[in-house]
């Protein structure tokens, strides 16, 4: 899979998951993605200062991100 493939199925992803982020008052930026292995997203709004952010990260935007680009390894929030 090309990077730009990968890019394209990372905004899918994020796109997918979304609507849950802005239904908390929050949303997601894609930030950069590096090695084709390593996203950096921003979580902004409601979501950047939530206490189970990490759980949101981890749980639902990396699995969600792993199912349309399974060669990502990991996913990382970039602080503002």
Not at 13 to 31: M, S
Not at 34 to 47: N, P, T, Y
Request: proline share 2%.
């Amino acid at each position: 899979m090309s990077s730009e493939e990968i890019k394209l199925n990372v905004e899918k992803a994020l796109n997918e998951i979304r609507p849950f982020l802005e239904n908390d008052g929050g949303n997601i930026n894609l930030i950069s993605i590096e090695d084709d292995r390593l996203v950096k997203v921003q979580l902004i709004g409601a979501c950047s200062s939530c206490s189970v952010n990490q759980m949101t990260l981890k749980s639902g935007v990396e699995l969600t991100i792993k199912k349309y680009a399974p060669q990502i390894e990991s996913v990382v929030n970039i602080e503002a």
